[in-house]
């Protein structure tokens, strides 16, 4: 199983953009997807977006096409997520989920990056 | 669309407890399988996969705890619950990006 070690809090203004790292460890690289859900505070969980490092490809939302991007670093087993135009709608925990090459399944979560819009 | 029932459940210690989840569309793969998860996320942690494609448990779920169903219904099955089972189950459909999660239904012990 892979273990996922994600970046810490962060607080942001209106507008502005966050990153948030995921670094995996434990299986091959390019042997899984990396997604992200995101849980506003006291909500339910919302798919994201995931990247496929094996075909270095992405997939997004479509609601969040236009201010998220998720990259793959390979040689650090590092993938990151990067938020833009941030509103108070914002305001939730990120987590990484690691997913089967096959498609359906997220077996291994991060412990989450809580990120609070705030003026 | 995935939609859970019910919302809440509070479940007397060592009695089953049952929740449903129906997608508005099918699951069902040319594959043969259901691409249909079941999580839980307990109080203050991140969500765990329980149930893959339908009806496989994840490493280190007990066969206390079992998914079921086709198609477009399905069901996940928790007999003697305890305190370990507490928290809030979301299903999620993997068959087709975007994946969708359903609501969530908490369960809590009586």
């Known amino acids: 199983q892979v273990q996922l070690v994600q970046s810490g809090s962060e607080v942001k203004k209106p507008g502005a953009s966050v990153r948030v790292s995921c670094r995996t460890s434990?299986?091959?690289?390019?042997?899984?997807?990396i997604n992200w859900v995101r849980q506003a505070p006291g909500q339910g969980l919302e798919w994201l977006g995931g990247?496929?490092?094996?075909?270095?490809?992405?997939d997004y939302l479509q609601r969040f096409q236009d201010r998220l991007t998720i990259t793959a670093d390979e040689s650090t087993r590092t993938v990151y997520m990067e938020l833009r135009s941030l509103t108070f709608e914002d305001t939730a925990i990120f987590y990484c989920?690691?997913?089967?090459?096959?498609?359906?399944?997220?077996?291994?979560w991060g412990p989450g990056t809580l990120v609070t819009v705030s003026s | 669309v995935m939609t859970q029932s019910p919302l809440s459940l509070s479940v007397t210690p060592g009695e089953p407890a049952s929740i449903s989840c129906r997608s508005n569309?099918?699951?069902?793969?040319?594959?043969?399988?259901?691409?249909l998860d079941w999580y839980l996320q307990k109080p203050g942690q991140s969500p765990h996969l329980l149930i893959y494609?339908?009806?496989n448990r994840a490493s280190g779920v007990p066969d206390r705890i079992s998914g079921s169903g086709s198609v477009t219904d399905f069901t996940l099955q928790i007999n003697r619950v305890g305190a370990a089972d507490v928290g809030v189950y979301y299903c999620?459909?993997?068959?087709?990006?975007?994946?969708?999660f359903g609501q969530g239904t908490k369960l809590e012990i009586k």
């Open positions: 989920a690691t997913g089967d090459l096959g498609g359906g399944y997220l077996d291994s």
């Open positions: 434990g299986a091959t690289f390019n042997s899984y997807t």
């Open positions: 990247v496929i490092p094996l075909f270095r490809t992405t």
């Open positions: 569309q099918s699951l069902l793969h040319l594959d043969g399988n259901n691409y």
């Open positions: 494609l339908g009806s």
């Open positions: 999620m459909q993997g068959l087709q990006s975007p994946y969708t």
